[in-house]
């Protein structure tokens, strides 16, 4: 307590000397230079090579190493014109530069692309997602590979979060002072590196994938396993209000300026009796057919994969039951470059500037 | 209204700026009604039970002061409410009448009972002690009957320190309340300085040391390695005081600014060198209530009834007995029981080996026996966190069987360390500062540019956290107390 003594007549309660907040000045002096130095001495050392530029330090490993193979390919080669967005399958499904290679000989055009799926995506942050990029990266061309794990609630645990992540909203116009920091400041997404650096479980993730990841952002994986574990996959299928919204978010990213093409992302002809129900019809009927008449009725192009792949992918073209291997990602791609060529001739769709 | 809020911010500043613009005689008027509206936003009930135990202990006090001949019915009348009150509460909000319901009537409780499951009002057991220590200093004749109802109100229901303390006598509380206030330069300092290094204990280090202990060490202890439930019990104590003190700190200071200077509540705990001084040291208004109100009443009892051959017993049953007290104002379990049974163990042996040593405890040491005896105590303490964080007796029991299972890994995660590590170090830092000096308002001794950095480091920090914090801020640990 500090009482006055009740002799003492007080007028007011309270009462300020002068010069009053004196070290605040000094504390926001500080903060400004001592933020002001990093900014310049991380930038500085960054620019010189002497360290490597920062990530975002968001809760996705696969995310901030994407992000920064494409900011370095973008340096080296200019805009990129489309991109490959999906779960783990599609990560490891589309090489972009075998794409590139067939697509050219096929139409005689030239297209950079770069694959930005991330492991766990499912179909709700595949359409957030989706509008980053469209917004972020203006491409003439977006793929979007789905499968029916991208409408299951057990899956999705890296990429859900997402939708929280500061820089992520503030890419999708929602300001956040983290998320402006994130954007602007090298020094902060120092900090944001070294608290990443931090987590374990983040590190092993970020290691493994500074040397599967290529350049153009495909995940490349050897050896094949088709041991087949012959359980129930999805008990509880449904196509959720949420997911099918990320579906019409990216949908409506379809304009004169971005073409938008869903692809059926294939997994193994022995795990189809296993994916959906443990019902071998489940996977027609429950995710493919109703899929195909939501893409029909929205206008949008919906191109099926697995029974062709069925046909074109040898056993060992698969790391297990659900990825495509190297092999496998070599004959995905070329089939996928032809069937967009082929696509494009036919008017079906259309890419911006042709 | 969650202390750590925007809401709560706006409230506070609001109620500030129309407080300094009140004449004397309506600020304590302005204080109630804020104190009860931030309450009601916890609960009309719980308002409502606030108003009446207040009403009831004022008109009780009055009584007795009135009718000297019935002071002592009185009192006994009085404290017969008030803890009978609590332990009703804790009865019910631990589900031990609904369950002895059930039992009795061999089937579930109907809807109609769902009253026997009341929840603890928030804020009740820390309001309930200042009503029964205002009764027993009535008594006692060391303060007068409040015969002014806002003031004694606001004693029960000061906002800043309603929610979980410190607990405050009325003796101190009610004649600074009836005396005017001047909030000067000083005072605005002491008030800021408290609650800066209380928002970096409360939301910088406890987070972090929060998000460092394994979710489930208690309840799924056999899923952790020994060395996870290692260091996360031997963070456990540090997360629990950084997020008590830093608590204490926040409202400490939130009152500073209305010119009211609550009592402390932690004076660098882990640097006691005997459990009687750690009880000194921590949640220091429950354990001066407990010595007031509890010890001393125990022990003047059993050193008039019981004679000197059973010295043990005159040592053991007064610690005991307020230790278990203790447990069971936090909760009603075997563990608790365990908890301050422990404590008053811990307590009562020390005594003896310090009567038989020197002849009393003896508090001063060479450095490196302080230094030894803190370390000890420091160990020791951790049977202790194992039963008050673990929930149940049979969660503890499970939790040590883990911990000493030959077969369980011992590989420290070592890079989960570094951070709350640092962080550990950082908050024995500033309680070494103000050890070292005696005075928790140390820092205002520093020279302007050592604040400024000290100002910057606390500011980046809360800044980061806040950015950084993509999960909502964890309730308070004693709130649900």
């Known amino acids: 307590m500090n009482p006055v003594p009740e002799s003492q007549p007080v007028s007011r309660t309270l009462v300020i000397d002068r010069p009053f907040g004196m070290?605040?000045?000094?504390?926001?002096?500080i903060i400004i230079i001592a933020w002001s130095v990093a900014e310049i001495l991380f930038r500085a050392a960054v620019a010189s090579g002497m360290i490597p530029p920062p990530g975002i330090g968001s809760v996705n490993a696969e995310l901030d190493?994407?992000?920064l193979l494409l900011d370095k390919y973008m340096r080296e080669n200019g805009q990129v014109d489309c991109f490959f967005l999906g779960s783990s399958q599609f990560d490891e499904a589309v090489d972009p530069a075998v794409f590139d290679r067939v697509f050219l000989q096929e139409s005689g055009r030239s297209l950079r692309c770069f694959n930005f799926s991330l492991g766990t995506m499912t179909a709700s942050p595949a359409g957030r997602i989706a509008r980053l990029i469209a917004e972020r990266y203006h491409p003439r061309l977006l793929f979007i590979g789905i499968s029916a794990r991208d409408f299951s609630d057990d899956f999705g645990e890296l990429t859900r979060p997402l939708l929280d992540d500061p820089w992520v909203r503030y890419n999708l116009g929602e300001f956040s002072v983290g998320g402006w920091l994130t954007e602007h400041s090298h020094a902060y997404r120092q900090m944001l590196t070294l608290r990443a650096s931090l987590n374990p479980d983040y590190m092993v993730f970020?290691?493994?994938?500074?040397?599967?990841?290529?350049?153009?952002?495909?995940?490349?994986?050897?050896?094949?396993?088709?041991?087949?574990?012959?359980?129930?996959?999805?008990?509880?299928?449904?196509?959720?209000?949420?997911?099918l919204s990320g579906l019409d978010e990216a949908g409506s990213l379809n304009s004169d300026s971005l073409q938008v093409v869903f692809v059926e992302v294939p997994v193994h002809h022995s795990f189809i009796p296993y994916y959906i129900h443990a019902d071998p019809e489940a996977y027609e009927r429950l995710f493919a057919e109703p899929i195909k008449a939501y893409f029909d009725e929205q206008n949008l192009p919906f191109w099926r994969t697995q029974e062709i792949m069925q046909e074109l992918v040898p056993d060992d073209g698969w790391t297990d039951v659900k990825h495509l291997n190297r092999t496998g990602a070599e004959i995905f791609s070329t089939w996928l470059a032809r069937q967009t060529a082929q696509a494009l001739n036919h008017q079906i769709i259309h890419l911006i500037g042709d | 209204m969650e202390l750590i809020s925007l809401n709560f911010l706006f409230f506070s500043c609001i109620t500030l700026a129309v407080y300094y613009l009140l004449p004397f005689r309506f600020q304590n008027a302005w204080l109630l009604i804020a104190s009860l509206a931030f309450y009601l936003t916890w609960g009309v009930g719980f308002t409502i039970l606030l108003v009446g135990v207040s009403l009831l202990n004022f008109y009780l006090a009055r009584g007795m002061a009135a009718n000297p001949g019935h002071i002592k019915s009185l009192l006994l009348i009085g404290l017969a409410l008030n803890a009978g009150s609590?332990?009703?509460?804790?009865?019910?909000s631990s589900g031990y009448i609904i369950r002895a319901v059930e039992y009795f009537s061999g089937q579930p409780a109907a809807g109609s009972l769902s009253i026997l499951n009341a929840l603890l009002p928030i804020g009740f057991s820390f309001y309930i002690l200042q009503?029964?220590?205002?009764?027993?200093?009535?008594?006692?004749?060391?303060?007068?009957?409040s015969d002014n109802i806002v003031?004694?109100?606001?004693?029960?229901?000061?906002?800043?320190?309603?929610?979980?303390?410190?607990?405050?006598?009325?003796?101190?509380?009610?004649?600074?309340?009836?005396?005017?206030?001047?909030?000067?330069?000083?005072?605005?300092?002491?008030?800021f300085t408290l609650l800066m290094i209380g928002l970096l204990r409360k939301m910088v280090i406890a987070e972090v040391l929060r998000a460092a202990i394994p979710e489930f060490m208690f309840t799924r202890p056999m899923e952790y390695a020994a060395s996870d439930l290692l260091f996360g019990i031997a963070i456990y104590g540090f997360w629990l005081y950084n997020d008590f003190a830093g608590y204490t700190g926040i409202v400490r200071g939130v009152s500073g600014f209305f010119?009211?200077?609550?009592?402390?509540?932690?004076?660098?705990?882990?640097?006691?060198?005997?459990?009687?001084?750690?009880?000194?040291?921590?949640?220091?208004?429950?354990?001066?209530?407990?010595?007031?109100?509890?010890?001393?009443p125990v022990s003047r009892a059993i050193f008039r009834r019981i004679s000197d051959k059973y010295l043990i017993l005159k040592v053991f049953l007064p610690s005991i007995i307020t230790m278990l007290v203790s447990g069971f104002w936090h909760n009603i379990g075997a563990y608790m029981l365990a908890w301050g049974g422990l404590h008053g163990i811990y307590q009562s042996v020390e005594r003896m080996i310090a009567f038989k040593l020197h002849g009393g405890i003896k508090n001063k040491h060479s450095g490196i026996v302080h230094f030894l005896n803190a370390i000890t105590i420091n160990l020791l303490l951790i049977p202790t966190w194992i039963l008050f964080a673990s929930g149940s007796l049979q969660r503890a029991l499970r939790f040590v069987f883990v911990l000493i299972n030959p077969d369980s890994p011992l590989t420290l995660p070592t890079i989960q360390m570094i951070v709350p590590t640092v962080w550990i170090i950082i908050s024995l830092f500033i309680d070494w500062f103000q050890y070292h000096s005696k005075d928790e308002h140390v820092f205002l001794r520093w020279g302007h540019f050592a604040q400024a950095i000290a100002l910057s480091a606390i500011f980046l920090s809360l800044f980061l956290y806040l950015l950084w914090s993509e999960i909502p801020v964890a309730s308070f640990v004693y709130q649900g107390f």
């Open chain 2, 151 to 191: 003031d004694f109100t606001l004693y029960m229901a000061y906002f800043p320190r309603l929610l979980a303390g410190p607990i405050e006598r009325a003796r101190t509380f009610l004649p600074c309340l009836a005396a005017p206030r001047r909030v000067d330069t000083a005072m605005l300092s002491r008030a």
């Open chain 2, 86 to 92: 609590l332990f009703l509460f804790r009865l019910t």
């Open chain 2, 259 to 296: 010119g009211i200077e609550l009592s402390p509540n932690f004076q660098q705990p882990f640097f006691a060198r005997s459990f009687v001084e750690f009880w000194n040291r921590w949640h220091m208004s429950l354990s001066f209530w407990l010595r007031d109100y509890i010890y001393f």
């Open chain 1, 65 to 67: 190493t994407k992000l």
């Open chain 2, 131 to 145: 009503a029964i220590s205002y009764l027993v200093d009535v008594y006692h004749k060391q303060i007068k009957a």
């Open chain 1, 23 to 29: 070290v605040f000045l000094r504390t926001a002096l």
């Open chain 1, 206 to 243: 970020h290691d493994r994938l500074s040397y599967q990841l290529t350049e153009t952002g495909y995940l490349l994986l050897e050896g094949s396993d088709l041991s087949n574990p012959k359980k129930n996959f999805i008990p509880n299928f449904s196509m959720t209000g949420e997911d």
